[in-house]
């Protein structure tokens, strides 16, 4: 190949991959905004329940940005974070088994939405040593399909990217699904061993900030705890 052939299909493919990409990414923004309304919504239903229920334990949302919003449910918070980058699912991802992606590779290049699920107290308290986890990833594509990932016992709540369209009723199941696991995720309490020690300067620094590290799986880990 020649160096004028060379530089076409190099142009060629910037612009070809550019395109795929801002497509996607538009799309991934595109839902992420339809999360925020949903979520938005969800805790004015929600809350037009819980209304003769203490204020403590009703929802309560936040913006924080053009990137990220959470929720906060009784004791915990989930974060919902709009990564600025497009992916393509690796060669054993299960996805690439899937006719829509083999005819098509480029089906395969999506967005990712992560929800972490947080202790509310960690904020409350500034622990910063606290830990949060990853309850699920909303992957989105050019055609706004998705597939969503999660821990095993949240379930793969759709694994087929060919026959998923991302609406304001699939993202609320999502939604509603992550609170649902989250509530039921019980923080456990950590081993005597790692506790069983502690330093003036530690014990004065927990005084001032609370901060002994804290997590919802801070302990012993059992084979259902696993991804």
Known sequence: MNILNTKTA???TIREKAT??????????????????????????????????DEKVQLGYEDRGEFEF????ASDILIFSLHTNVF?????HNVWEQNYVRTNPDNAYSGIINIYNFLYDSFKYTRYDDLGYLVARIFINREKHYIVEGKRQ????Q????????????LRRIVETAINYSLNFDLLVPPYDNVKIMSVAQIFEKMQ???????????????????
């Open 88 to 92: 393509q699912f690796n060669r054993d």
């Open 209 to 227: 900030n609370a901060r002994i590290q804290t997590g919802k799986r801070l302990g012993f880990q059992f084979k259902s705890d696993d991804v």
């Open 10 to 12: 190099i142009l060629n």
């Open 70 to 73: 959470q929720i906060k449910v």
């Open 154 to 157: 949240m379930g793969l709540l």
């Open 20 to 53: 795929l990409k801002q497509q996607v990414y538009q799309n991934t923004k595109e839902i992420f905004e339809d999360l925020r309304d949903v979520l938005e919504g969800l805790v004015l239903e929600y809350n037009a329940e819980l209304q003769d229920a």
């Open 159 to 170: 694994t087929d990217l060919s026959a998923s369209m991302a609406t304001k009723e699939s």
